[in-house]
């Protein structure tokens, strides 16, 4: 009996023993998560640390590099600034609003006012095509300007100068007692003078050509009389004014036809109840001018200008109805030298004359008789002369 009770005695401390263990390890993974096994090891990881980290930046690369592009969000990015990009031909230039193919995105895009993007305006898409087409005009104009310019083809010139002027009329073939002559030595004339291409910026053929030209002479300080002594009153005033076609064969020399009226208003008068004794030439000749003229540079600074035309008179002037059956015509030259001393300003040293003859058809008993008479009238001077 007291083997048996042994027996059963030390069995029940060994499963005491077994048992207490085995709760604890129950009560432990009750509590705590199940760890997973190990990994197997691999021949990676022998691998140093740093050449680990390298592989797993190289992967992480190639998956992004693989990975379908994000989608665009809702944030609105800024407009970046215009870059310059090579062309093959020649220097960088800067995109167009045109090299957007339909259905790209623009260049630029706007923003609302206010928004946390900009602190100020932004530029559209339309804003850069306005700017461009102004900018494209202002080119253009600047091209045919420069093109006016090149070819000599000036806009405006206008000149002043003073003159000396002399008259001496005559007569011809007289019968009888002959007319006395008239002669002025020498007069003062003050000179203005314009020409103007209004088209001339334009660059239009044969009309960007074609101007108009003004000049009129003044006299003054000018005195008369007659061999008697009897004073007279004198005035004497010369005016053109043509249109004018210029042809440029090169840009120093230059070509032009014109047509206009020509005036030469010499009056000669006395006081009313004065007997001058002889005919006065006062004539107030109104006369259809056509003409040509020329301009040549012969160095750098100096040029050659000569011109010449016949007048048809419409009106001949009161000496001349004092005779019978008059007819009246002229010639008008001129020659000049031009200094240039700067682009646009000149010095001219010129000369005119001019010419008026006329015929008569005197009859037996006329008051006065002639065969014809002559009217020269000279100018001589210096202008200045101003083109653009």
């Known amino acids: 009996m007291r083997g048996r009770r042994w027996s059963a005695g030390l069995f029940c401390l060994v499963a005491l023993l077994v048992a207490r263990p085995l709760a604890a390890a129950s009560q432990h993974h009750k ?118 310019l090149a070819r000599g083809r000036i806009e ?29 030595a020498v007069a003062p004339l003050a000179t203005w003078g314009l020409e103007v291409y209004p088209l001339a910026s334009t660059l239009i053929p044969v009309l960007c050509d074609i101007g108009f030209r003004g000049r009129v002479s003044r006299a003054f300080a000018i005195d008369s009389s007659t061999t008697k002594g009897a004073a007279l009153h004198n005035s004497w005033t010369r005016f053109t004014g043509e249109v004018r076609g210029r042809v440029l064969v090169r840009r120093d020399h230059e070509l032009g036809v014109a047509a206009g009226v020509e005036g030469s208003y010499f009056v000669l008068g006395s006081d009313p109840g004065v007997d001058v004794g002889a005919l006065v030439p006062s004539a107030r000749t109104l006369s259809f001018r056509l003409g040509v003229d020329g301009r040549m540079q012969v160095a750098a600074r100096i040029s050659l200008f000569a011109g010449g035309a016949w ?18 015509a002229g010639i008008d030259t001129e020659l000049g030298v031009a200094v240039a001393l700067k682009p646009e300003v000149e010095l001219r040293l010129n000369g005119r004359y001019t010419r008026y003859f006329a015929s008569f058809d005197p009859q037996v008993g006329d008051t006065a008789v002639a065969g014809g008479a002559l ?12 083109a653009h």
């Open 31 to 148: 509590h705590k998560p199940k760890r997973s096994a190990p990994a197997a090891a691999s021949p990676s990881a022998a691998q140093p640390q740093t050449q680990r980290d390298q592989g797993e930046t190289a992967r992480a690369a190639d998956d992004a590099s693989d990975a379908p592009a994000p989608q665009p969000s809702n944030a609105v990015a800024k407009p970046e600034p215009a870059r310059d990009e090579p062309t093959r031909d020649g220097p960088a230039r800067a995109p167009s609003t045109n090299d957007n193919a339909p259905g790209a995105a623009p260049n630029l895009v706007a923003i609302p006012n206010g928004s946390a993007a900009t602190d100020g305006p932004v530029a559209t898409t339309k804003d850069v095509i306005d700017v461009g087409d102004g900018a494209g005009n202002e080119l253009a104009l600047g091209r045919q300007e420069a093109a006016r």
């Open 156 to 184: 405006v010139a206008m000149w002043m100068g003073l003159d000396g002027g002399r008259r001496q009329f005559t007569y011809s073939d007289p019968i009888g007692s002959p007319p006395r002559p008239y002669l002025l």
């Open 311 to 328: 007048l048809a008179t419409l009106s001949r002037g009161e000496i001349y109805n004092h005779f019978r059956s008059p007819h009246v």
């Open 375 to 386: 009217d020269q009238q000279t100018q001589m001077g210096v202008a200045i002369r101003y």
